[in-house]
């Protein structure tokens, strides 16, 4: 359950002056999360259907998948992304079990089940990067879908995979324990995690390749996750009537070594140091850190890096910034959402967007804003003051209570902000809702692995923190404990002791006996219908839409598109267009279609020929984002692409 409000935050008086922008923005801004609104409708629900879709072995994407493994992609070739990887299988279920602490689902019961009785398999299996005796197989990246190991060559071992798959146990875990199922937590899942947790206390201080499989170094996402593995392990072995030694000892020493990624001079954490490969060190990597080991009870805690953390919002603004002038899909979006890669150096498909990386910078901001309206106020520092600024120029460092105008202002922007990334994902994602893994930096086409499951978990997770639904904290009572950095920093490990732990099946009918705990409420803007100066906001926008393109006689020019005006992509839909204005020096086909504001479109010209055949312009698709607010019209003019 949660609550949800659409009441402005400082009633109608302060409608016009609330965003810090002028009143057409912010009229546009809210029209776009209007639509976002409308697209999580149903794009949440697909999601979810897609995602389970990529797990063995019922799945619709997933014949011959063994039972409980996600497959990154039903994509096996160009790219093949048909394995199974332990770090994005528990991000996966992650996603699931937070979805299912907070509305119990005997469907996504039975699938966790499933996803800890396969990775109690897969813990057993020797591979390339080891065994299970002495830990260090359970490093291993990635393994053939029918749980066998994968022997070619890779970048590893990858060190985040352990800490996130403890972290995703960890979580039904406490569900079991908070609904009286304590003995099952105890005797069949603690002993898996208990592995991972010695497998971090044990290696945690030497290198690894990162999480997009590149780089060898340190990555500030794999040790943020040790760290909040470690912590929540020994929260979780108290609540079972045990102890976890190792992860007290080397919680704190991992939090201190977390510091190293912050660059005071450069104003924006590292995603990777004891490296030399010539980068930025600007990368998803810190943002996807901040929202997988976001505590709601930390507050703004720059420690631990948390969402609304003056450090994580700086390198927020540096990581989008660093996108606004490579990607000619971001062009002339100078302070807006734009689309997010990986790093901006990448080369991988040429280097795009990824659909997860613009989920993630939304859903930190989702974040952030849960905390500021539950603690009450904002606190602006000189490190976080250029992410503000760019949101509300007149805004200055200092604490705004939730009664002042400037936390309105700061608040309502921040929100708007953030459903402007979700609105990019809904503008560039298939017409059908399926998200693939990238889409093209100039086209907006989606590309590489199709259906990609990370893609829909991020989703998922986006529009339930959109939702005021937050997950439960890692931390314990005594908040110092987890936060405090040492005064000296200590590489030390601890060695550890490993067993294998057969699961074949976990108890049935186990439903609930408690009130979920992942709830939260969320407060979201509003704005009149029209402006102090009697603008009327058009209901609808009629497009012109122009091509240029050689015919022969009984030859028809038509637009098809990804919406129902243009068709939905059926050719026997498509809007014909009028030769009228059509000559030989001037070759070009006309027509208006009135479109929705807000509306994202792809569409392509096609030619009906005089036999009925259809002939297409060649790739990509165009994409165009039908504008809002009160301007009735609008025109795109073309060249037939050959």
């Known amino acids: 359950m949660h609550g949800f409000s659409s009441l402005l935050l400082l009633g109608s008086v302060a409608v016009q002056s609330v965003l810090g922008l002028p009143n057409a923005a912010k009229r546009d801004g809210l029209l776009v999360s209007r639509a976002v609104s409308d697209f999580v409708a149903t794009e949440e629900q697909y999601a979810l259907e897609q995602l389970l879709c990529n797990i063995g072995s019922t799945g619709c994407h997933s014949g011959g998948v063994a039972s409980g493994l996600v497959i990154a992609s039903p994509s096996q070739s160009s790219p093949d992304y048909w394995y199974t990887w332990t770090r994005d299988s528990a991000l996966v279920f992650k996603a699931l079990v937070e979805r299912f602490s907070n509305s119990y689902n005997a469907t996504l019961q039975t699938e966790i089940a499933n996803y800890i009785i396969a990775q109690a398999k897969l813990m057993t299996v020797s591979n390339p990067s080891g065994s299970l005796s002495g830990g260090a197989g359970l490093g291993e990246p990635k393994f053939l879908v029918d749980g066998t190991a994968f022997t070619g060559a890779w970048g590893r071992p990858q060190r985040d995979g352990p800490a996130l798959r403890a ?25 898996l995690i208990r592995n991972d947790l010695a497998y971090v206390a044990q290696y945690w201080n030497q290198t690894g390749f990162d999480l997009w499989e590149e780089v060898q170094g340190s990555s500030f996402f794999t040790v943020a996750a040790q760290h909040r593995a470690l912590v929540e392990g020994s929260v979780l072995a108290a609540q079972l009537g045990s102890s976890c030694t190792y992860c007290d000892a080397i919680a704190p020493q991992v939090l201190c070594f977390l510091q190293s990624f912050w660059s005071s001079s450069s104003g924006y954490i590292l995603a990777n140091i004891n490296v030399n490969n010539g980068r930025s060190a600007k990368d998803a990597n810190v943002v996807l850190s901040s929202i997988h080991n976001f505590d709601p009870s930390l507050g703004c805690d720059a420690n631990t890096f948390q969402p609304c953390s003056d450090r994580a919002l700086a390198s927020h603004k540096v990581l989008v910034d660093s996108f606004r002038s490579i990607y000619s899909i ?3 979006i100078a302070t807006g959402a734009v689309a997010v890669g990986r790093y901006p150096e990448d080369s991988y498909y040429n280097g795009n967007p990824w659909y997860l990386n613009t989920l993630a910078a939304a859903e930190q901001l989702y974040d952030a804003l849960y905390v500021w309206q539950t603690s009450g106020s904002i606190t602006v520092t000189s490190t976080s003051l250029a992410f503000f600024q760019a949101l509300v120029p007149s805004v200055t460092a200092g604490t705004y209570a939730s009664t ?50 990370w893609s829909y978990a991020s989703l998922l997770t986006a529009v339930a923190r959109r939702a005021g639904i937050i997950p439960s904290g890692w931390t314990p009572s005594n908040k110092a404990s987890a936060t405090s950095v040492p005064a000296a920093c200590s590489a030390t490990s601890i060695s550890g ?47 012109s839409f122009t091509v240029r393109k050689v015919t022969t006689y009984g030859q ?23 030769a009228s204005s059509y000559t030989s020096s001037n070759p070009i086909w006309t027509g208006t279609i009135n479109l929705t504001p807000g509306q994202a479109v792809q569409y392509k010209y096609i030619v009906q020929n005089t036999d009925g055949s259809i002939t297409w312009e060649a790739d990509p698709n165009r994409a165009y984002t039908v504008a809002t607010g009160c301007t009735a019209t609008a025109a795109r003019s073309d060249t037939w692409q050959t």
């Open 330 to 332: 971001n062009s002339g």
């Open 497 to 543: 002791s490993y067993s294998t732990v057969t699961v074949t099946s976990l108890p049935a009918s186990q439903t609930p006996n408690a009130t979920p705990t992942t709830t939260g409420t969320f407060t979201t803007p509003t704005v009149t219908a029209s402006s102090t100066t009697g603008c009327t906001l058009a209901t609808a926008v009629a497009v």
């Open 556 to 578: 028809t020019v038509k637009v098809a598109g990804s919406v129902d005006q243009l068709g939905n992509w059926d050719t026997s839909k498509a809007i014909a267009l009028s």
């Open 404 to 453: 002042s105008a400037t936390y309105t202002s700061i608040y309502n922007a921040v929100y708007l902000y953030a459903d402007g990334f979700v609105a990019k994902v809904q503008q560039y994602a298939y017409s059908n809702g399926s998200l693939s893994e990238q889409f093209d930096r100039s086209s907006g086409a989606p590309v590489s692995a199709r259906d990609l499951t």
């Open 167 to 191: 972290i995703t146990m960890i979580g039904y875990s406490k569900w079991l324990v908070a609904n009286g199922y304590t003995s099952t937590a105890s005797s069949l899942v603690w002993p």
